[in-house]
Nanobody, 121 residues
Framework: QVQLVDSGGGLVQAGGSLRLSCAAS????????MAWFRQAPGKEREFVAA??????RYADSVRGRFTISRDNAKNTVYLQMNSLKPDDTAVYYC????????????????WGQGTQVTVSS
């Protein structure tokens, strides 16, 4: 079993930056694909970014602005978010899976509780 705890969300002005963290416990996640998803009010949860080893994948809407990284020694994955826009407002969820760097949320087995990101215009 893997437990994931998301943190780092908050309120930021458009153009600003935030770094989200996802701390894993229970077992090492170095062999897992780690990903971030988000869900805006009234919308379905959507893929944001994923990483497995040096392989990364990003949604078109965040590519060039967001960076996913991981510190295996700390069993933690990060999402650095720059040039934030009001459309980035959502609850962000960390996820872990073992089925490759994929975008489908059904491919991920473990989920964090979510952290709210609000971007004001």
């Amino acid at each position: 079993q893997v437990q994931l705890v998301d943190s780092g969300g908050g309120l930021v002005q458009a153009g600003g930056s935030l770094r989200l963290s996802c701390a894993a416990s229970g077992r090492t996640t170095s062999s897992y694909t780690m990903a971030w998803f988000r869900q805006a009010p009234g919308k379905e949860r959507e893929f944001v970014a994923a990483r497995s080893g040096s392989l990364t994948r990003y949604a078109d809407s965040v590519r060039g602005r967001f960076t996913i990284s991981r510190d295996n020694a700390k069993n933690t994955v990060y999402l650095q978010m720059n040039s934030l826009k009001p459309d980035d407002t959502a609850v962000y969820y960390c996820a872990a899976g073992s089925r490759g760097v994929v975008v489908g949320q059904e491919r991920y087995d473990y989920w964090g509780q979510g952290t709210q990101v609000t971007v004001s215009s």
